[in-house]
């Protein structure tokens, strides 16, 4: 079983320097972590995700894993499988924040 997302929250970032192209919008997503992934966490687990949009791109450009709760970091990286389940979540999202 894979990871799943349970709910989340997005914002828009606010590039007051206009260092980077595109919209970059802040995730937090409160993931479903099977019990038997060396992932799990009793609290749960979220990530923080920074995901830019940009004329002709959309991609994850960072995102760091935490026990919720506690919101101790998590030195852990993710399966391909689970990153592009994310991607394809804030794809799917960033324009909720609009």
């Not at 989340?8 to 972590?33: C, H, K, M, Q, S």
């Not at 709760?69 to 990286?77: A, I, P, R, S, V």
Request: charged fraction near 35%.
């Amino acid at each position: 079983m894979m990871i799943s997302i349970n709910e989340y929250e997005v914002e828009l970032i606010n590039d007051a320097f206009g260092i980077l192209p595109g919209n970059r919008y802040e995730f937090i997503l409160y993931l479903n972590i099977p019990e038997d992934d060396e992932l799990f966490h009793e609290n749960g687990v979220m990530a923080k995700v920074i995901f830019v949009v940009d004329e002709d791109k959309k991609e994850l450009v960072k995102y760091d894993l935490f026990e919720q709760g506690e919101n101790t970091y998590l030195d852990f990286e993710l399966e391909d499988d689970e990153l592009q389940l994310i991607t394809t979540f804030c794809m799917e999202h960033y324009q909720d924040e609009e």
